[in-house]
């Protein structure tokens, strides 16, 4: 094998390895993100199972969810299944000169995988907060990330239906995304709001979060992270096309998010009359989801547009979700659910491959996909189990009710109120 | 094209979309710092602020920031004006053999320029802290990110007359940090100090942070991230002289910070009889604003000692601008005003190509523009709409003026409170 | 010299630098995790040990450090001593095709290994925490960093007798993460428990920190960093077989980390009834200890394995070291000494070039070496300056009386309270 082919081998799988780390800091996002939007009382809690969840992804990922996602299909609907990863023979193959050979490592790919499921997951537990259980919960990522998830990710990325009938979607938006605000939806329905959220006569109470900096660090980790999360996904560097290709990916991700901040920021001082963080926190990550599944093909200029109409589109999304006594206190079901259908539409902007009914196609059937599975899911656990808190659980904080140690045991003075 | 070419371009690409990467992860180390250093009641204002200014700096420098910075200028002076990146022609560029054709992609590069810039306005946002409006600080971050900064930085970076004239500045203690320093100096000088900082009698009222974990994690995020500031500015690493080149940067870098730390951390001691965590992180801060201007020619131990008189200034300099009633919460102009003028002298110590003079011609033309325009900017928005919050707003926090969310709502017992 | 050489050369170096900026990003995370698990009127102090501790280790190994452990060595069990780096040859000895020239620059090596350093450092100052004396504990780190841990590293990693022996040690089980359990070991046996935390019948007070997502963080942060510390040691990334076996170190490092928290959570939710955030927390970094003595050759089932005994062996030996009133604030001790042994011994598991003899000479000459001189440096520290706090100053906390800056000044009710 040529001394440059050798190179090239590396450079790629050293940039997987850079990516994959970037996203797989985007659980610390997740958590940050999370712990500042909940109430103190619940916020150890909300740590369990985000850090829970992702070593649960990882587990299942490497149990079984790659294997199906990526392994020999029975067809392009049915995935296969085996077991555990297969002895990695990419270097056998790449020095026989094999002309399939992979042109990175093979393990390196199942890192950068693996960071997305738990990014698929991680969606979910900010929609369930402050009133799932949390064993309910870690079953419910269990069935997620390796059965669920895998599933239509092998229609997509994994060959499947949905990729043969040109369904496009970069890094996610579809397959990541709107997958983990399909199934926090199905949670939320079956779950009900918070109590107190939602007043007899129709008022709508804000609660809010006890740590805003955590969720601005959360939403920085995010944006971060994204880089490796749309930067990766073009899956090559090693040359001069896809080196530009990597660049351009890195500045429309960068400038989809900026904007975002600045549409929602302005969108909300429009309607509530103030500068509202969550909102412009909120809009960052719009602005990263809407341009997730096509971050390549469009200029800064029209990445920036895509990412504002996703900054504009969270406020309404929030604000409609709220009015439909759809309580999710992180707003995770707009972000990534609402403004995910809208990166995939906006791929036919810009990509002249792309059509809206492939991108509709991939749309609605990720979305029923994930949907139905997830109501079953959540049903039978809810059967088996219980999904929800008990009452006085609920009042007195996950916290004690699912982990006896509190987040900040000296800074609320009266433990277990209802504040 | 040879497949060493294109592996060579791939590589610097990739080295700075990292570097990159680094630096945008600064803005986070920005918020957290300022975010740890200002009251409870004003702490989501500031987060607000410091994402939002990212956002803009991003916005502003896609539209004309970097084409006046490094597009086609009138003269040494003034520089052109166009809007938008222009399309990626790199790639054509190199496959046709031109000799002046890039190694790397110039998304790459642009990417790696719009986050310096927002550095720069994360340094303004600290010393304006507790006091001034949201909305006037926004604006005047549209001016210095869209036009007073990348003014100087053609004249340094652009090839302007600075560059021309021999002026030395490797990674920008003067380009970025000085800039930063002199803006806020203008701003604070015109909006005047925090209700209750300097008493009637001449005393000095120590007002603290409400978050000492926040600003630790801050100075983390900011050190580690100027290893892409520092780093990056090799602006090559593909062959063994640059590789070694950009290794030497990041040894000094971090020699610099941790005897900046060392020396502020004694100082005070020797001052103040105490270990002073906010001087300590200072002095890391410090020792990395003296090393940026020329972190590659000197020794390890010579870069140490650069970062110690760095961390030696910062604390006499904190504890004169509040002689002088110069109210800076956070010590944003003594660290990246009044160090980053140490950095830009330090270059003649080990730089063989530098003259005290150059250094002293770009420190004052640095100085005198971006104090000046900011000034008039400053003046300017302060007769429109005002730079000040009122009496009131200021007593009971930015938070609940400007935002109308509080960032700890459940841990300060008093909302509001003058505490 | 060839193309390619060049390119190879640069891109392990970057590689370096990169997993370098990984690892210093450790920091940050033992300051977070340290910070969260103290208590609030304690946690100023921790993050200036911290930060302070870090730019010890920096000056130290730069001073001195480095030069013992790879400098030319008296024999293989005495190293030789010299000051300050030599000048760099690197790109001479390459260009002029020396055989023995390095593939890397060999700052970029200096830059990795201090790293290291601190990151051993850090693990004493949580055990230690909530009762030593500031200066008394940076005393001691001039000695760890300067003296005890170059010595025992040049015995493993600078080719000294350990490495002879046929002991192995990837990146650091024994070498760094034992190391600073049994200098902590040493510290918490002559410094004594916490005022309060064992009553006078025998029971065991839980002292609850004060800040759970601070010490989430942390570990996410450890998790992160991780990467650099078990994948950079690989050394070398730039041909296909060097990027399989640095891909496989990801994934395992994940692996294990993700089985820890697993086990450790399902461990104490057996043992205690609920799921404690802390042993989870505990749990990774038991993972991550386990498994990188040997990350490269275990499959990644079998280092899932490896990663949740450590898991398991966390809880137990976090229990058993409270039944012996050992007071070890943040389980460091648990974590990273008796993990650290346990990663040790699991080398045999894979890898057929250990053998348990070696391993355990291994073993307990660290231990020995390390735990006598740093009894010894701790003794005589005690006798000259003493290195706890008065009763007074432990009850008030270390922030008033070391630093005379509140952590948290707004949230806590009764500044300097028992609490």
């Known amino acids: 094998v040529e001394a440059t082919t050798q190179l090239s081998y590396a450079l790629d799988t050293f940039y997987f390895l850079v990516m994959g780390a970037l996203v797989m800091w985007m659980a610390a996002g997740f958590t940050m993100l999370?712990?500042?939007?909940?109430?103190?009382?619940n916020t150890t809690e909300i740590l369990t199972k985000n850090i829970a969840l992702y070593a649960i992804s990882c587990v299942m990922?490497?149990?079984c969810g790659y294997n199906i996602m990526y392994g020999d299909s029975i067809n392009s609907v049915i995935p296969g299944i085996s077991f555990l990863l297969g002895p990695d023979n990419t270097a056998e193959a790449v020095l026989a000169g094999d002309d399939d050979a992979p042109y990175y490592s093979n393990l390196a790919d199942f890192f950068f995988q693996v960071v997305f499921?738990?990014?698929?997951?991680?969606i979910v537990s900010g929609a369930v907060a402050e009133r799932m259980k949390l064993w309910a919960f870690l079953s419910f990522c269990v069935i997620l990330t390796g059965f669920i998830y895998p599933v239509q990710g092998f229609w997509k990325w994994g060959g499947g239906f949905l990729d043969q009938a040109g369904f496009l979607d970069f890094a996610g938006s579809g397959v990541v995304h709107l997958t983990g605000g399909a199934a926090a939806l199905a949670g939320v329905l079956l779950l009900g709001a918070r109590k107190g959220k939602y007043g007899p006569n129709g008022q709508i109470n804000p609660i809010p979060g006890a740590n805003m900096p955590l969720a601005t660090l959360g939403t920085f980790i995010l944006w971060l992270g994204w880089f490796g999360f749309n930067g990766g996904s073009e899956l090559k560097v090693s040359n001069i096309m896809e080196a530009n290709a990597v660049s351009m990916v890195f500045v429309n991700t960068n400038a989809a998010a900026a904007a975002g901040v600045l549409a929602a920021l302005i969108t909300a001082r429009i309607m509530f009359g103030k500068?509202?963080?969550?909102?412009?926190l909120n809009g960052a990550l719009a602005g990263l989801v809407a341009i997730t599944a096509e971050p390549l093909t469009p200029s800064p200029g029209l990445a920036s547009i895509v990412g504002a109409i996703g900054g504009i589109l969270v406020v309404f999304s929030i604000v409609t979700l709220d009015k439909l006594k759809i309580d999710d206190p992180v707003g995770a079901i707009s972000v990534h659910g609402v403004v995910g259908m809208w990166g995939l539409i906006a791929v036919v902007l810009?990509?002249?491959?792309?059509?809206?009914?492939?991108q509709l196609l991939g749309l609605f059937t990720i979305l029923a996909w994930v949907f139905i599975t997830s109501?079953?899911?959540?049903?039978?656990?809810?059967?088996v189990m219980g999904i929800r808190v008990s009452e006085e659980g609920e009042f007195e904080g996950m916290d004690l009710a699912d982990c006896g140690i509190e987040a900040y045991p000296e800074f609320t003075g009266s433990h277990g109120s209802g504040k």
């Open 34 to 41: 999370e712990a500042g939007l909940v109430r103190a009382k």
């Open 61 to 63: 990922y490497l149990l």
């Open 117 to 122: 499921v738990a990014t698929a997951m991680s």
């Open 275 to 280: 500068a509202d963080l969550t909102m412009a």
């Open 350 to 358: 810009s990509n002249p491959d792309a059509t809206l009914s492939a």
């Open 375 to 383: 109501l079953i899911v959540w049903a039978i656990i809810k059967a």
